[in-house]
Every structure is written in structure tokens, then in C-alpha cells.
């Protein structure tokens, strides 16, 4: 069997983040994948099949709370192993394939398109297998890794498209929501080029790399708007949300994934609501996370905004939740610079963002 995790653990880790993904029927092809395995006990299956088990994981878990930590083996380790080129190819068709796999269940960091089509951290993550899948099948197999160089600078052209797209819709807040989605899949990018540490004469590097700066092919000046404004603004509402781990309710439904910062007003509401929202002692377990987070420096804009959308829907407001969550939160809550982001009109606080987007 290939270095990893054992496929049962992989499984129960799946499980433990999206349990719901084991409930249903149907969906995209590596939701059919992680079902079958469930059921299946074989704790040394061939690379191939390893491999799918691991995609797939990480496909249903990116957008969730506690993701599968299969990254670095899809990127890399499973390419090096003496068995890999007996099974480059299907492994590198399968990369072609997931390109078009639906992450819509299984993630609500995305946004939908003016062309209808969606924008999300999942073109990041399949950057970084189609990035380790071309320096694997570069010598090997000339022939696929063109397929892939071409069908990654597609995808960075695309999201350039978006970009232009969302501005001449005059879309200011879906224009922003988009800055950190570009910005994390042309970062995931960019860190897999280096880990395989492609020369500075590789058709890829030449074509993709660090395409936020002229010099790239596919370099567009929008992705320096894009970095620009995702570093001074941004990256921090996006980070990872290491605090809402613990808030364990948070993982019940995918109602409850979260979205891009620092939105999160509609989020606050539906995790508050009377119906199909948490149980008040899980949702307070959420309102001290989040106050966990914010004195971690992370998303002191959104996580705001998902306390005021909380105390807006939750059934009793304030004065029920508060027989769910400490007193020291209760006062933060109740009291100082907290209690005035949160006060702030969801159309006010929205507007003034609006005006980050520069349109």
C-alpha cells in the first residue's frame, strides 16, 4: 500500500467533518466513492485505487470545517511511488476528469458567476493535483502533461474572465468575494509548481507562475488588483477558521458550511434560525467560537457579521442565548467595540465594502 493514511481512518475522517455525505444517495462521482468505502474493508488497495479514495476525500472535506490532510500525497507522494507508472496514466486522467466534478454540495466558499457558472477554493485545489500530475507525467508521458498544462491555463484564464466580468456587471460585492477565491487557487498553484520544483524553463512556470505580476503569460492586471486587495483587506476574513472546529454542531448540515468572509450576516441566520437551525446549546458553542477566533485576529470583520446575524434569527434572542454561552461572553457580547460592529446595518456595513471593490 502507498505511505498514507489508512483508508478506514481516511474514511471515519470524511465522516466525522461531512457526516451527512454518508446519509444521502447520488451526487457527484467521489461522493459514490467514499460510500463504497464505507462499506469495504481492504486495508491495502493498489496506488490507483488509493489514489481515487484520496481525491475524493479531499474533493467532499476542502470546503469544511476540518479537511483531510491527504493534500501533499495527492500533490506529490502518490506520483513517486515504484508503482506509479504503471498506473500514470488513469492517475492522470482521473486529475482531467475531476476538473469537472460538482464541489457545489460540499462547499459554500464559492460564488456564482455572471455566466452562471461557479468560482470557488475547489479550482485551487485542483490546481495543485493538475500542477503535481503535469511535472509527473512530464517525461513520462508528454502527451497528458500538455492535456494538463492546457487545461490549467484554461481554468487561469477563466477566473481572469470572472474577474473582468464581475467589474462590468458592476457586481462590487460579488467582485470581492471572488478576490480571495482567485487569490487562494493562483497561491495553491503557485506553492505546487515550487514543491516539485520545476526549472525556470518549464512550459508551466513560464506559462502560470506567480501570474499576479507581469511576466507570466497569463498574467492579467486584474490579479495584482486582486492580490493588492486581498492582502490589505481581504485574506484575514479568510484564513483558516481554526476556532469554528470545535463548535462541532457546525458540521450537522451543509446549510451550516461556511462561506466567503467577511459576508457572513445570511450564515449567522440560517445556523440561528427556528427552523432548521442549531439547537441553542450548539449555537452557543458557534457565538464563542467565533468571539475564540476574533481574539485570534481572525476575521474581525465577519465573524461580527455572524453574530449579528445570529442575534437577529435566534428564537428568544439575546436573552435566550445567553443561558447557553458564559458570562464573559455574554458581556462582550452586550458591551464595547464588539456590541457596535455588530450594531451596524447589514446594508451599511455591506455598502462600505462595496466601496473596496473600486468599480
Known amino acids: 500500500m502507498p505511505p498514507g493514511i489508512a483508508t478506514a481512518l481516511l474514511v471515519s475522517q470524511v465522516r466525522n467533518t461531512v457526516p451527512f455525505l454518508f446519509d444521502e444517495t447520488g451526487g457527484p462521482p467521489y461522493a459514490d466513492v467514499l460510500r463504497a468505502w464505507a462499506q469495504r474493508d481492504e486495508p491495502e488497495p493498489p496506488l490507483n485505487e488509493f489514489f481515487k479514495l484520496c481525491m475524493s476525500a479531499h474533493w467532499a472535506t476542502a470546503g469544511t470545517f476540518v479537511p483531510t490532510d491527504v493534500d501533499n500525497a495527492i500533490r506529490k507522494k502518490h506520483w513517486e511511488q515504484p508503482e506509479s507508472p504503471q498506473f500514470l496514466g488513469e492517475m492522470a486522467d482521473l486529475v482531467l476528469e475531476s476538473f469537472g466534478w460538482d464541489y457545489a454540495p460540499y462547499t459554500a466558499r464559492r460564488i456564482t458567476l455572471p455566466d452562471d457558472k461557479l468560482l470557488a477554493t475547489h479550482e485551487g485545489t485542483w490546481f495543485s ?90 498574467h492579467d492586471p486584474l490579479f495584482a488588483m486582486a492580490a493588492e486587495i486581498n492582502t490589505a483587506h481581504l485574506a484575514p476574513e479568510n484564513h483558516r477558521h481554526l476556532a469554528l472546529r470545535k463548535a462541532k454542531g457546525l458540521r450537522r448540515k451543509r446549510d451550516y458550511l461556511l462561506p466567503v468572509g467577511p459576508f457572513l450576516d445570511s450564515w449567522g441566520v440560517t445556523i440561528a434560525q427556528r427552523v432548521g437551525g442549531l439547537d441553542l446549546p450548539a449555537l452557543g458553542e458557534v457565538v464563542s467560537a467565533l468571539l475564540d477566533g476574533m481574539e485570534w485576529e481572525v476575521s474581525g470583520e465577519g465573524y461580527p457579521r455572524a453574530l449579528a446575524g445570529i442575534l437577529e434569527a435566534v428564537p428568544g434572542g439575546f436573552n435566550q442565548l445567553a443561558k447557553h454561552i458564559p458570562g464573559r461572553d455574554q458581556r462582550l457580547l452586550s458591551t464595547g467595540a464588539l456590541r457596535q460592529k455588530i450594531s451596524v446595518p447589514r446594508a451599511r456595513f455591506e455598502a462600505r465594502w462595496a466601496k473596496i471593490a473600486r468599480l
Open 129 to 218: 493535483v493538475a500542477a503535481g500530475a503535469y511535472a509527473a507525467c512530464k517525461v513520462p508521458d508528454p502527451e497528458r502533461a500538455e492535456k494538463l498544462l492546457e487545461a490549467i491555463a484554461s481554468e487561469v484564464r477563466r477566473e481572469a474572465d470572472a474577474l473582468a466580468n464581475l467589474r462590468k456587471a458592476e457586481d462590487a460585492l460579488g467582485f470581492l468575494k471572488a478576490l480571495p477565491l482567485v487569490c487562494h487557487n493562483l497561491g495553491d498553484l503557485d506553492r505546487v509548481i515550487d514543491f516539485w520544483e520545476l526549472p525556470a524553463d518549464d512550459a508551466l512556470r513560464l506559462r502560470v507562475y506567480d501570474a499576479t505580476k507581469p511576466g507570466a503569460v497569463e
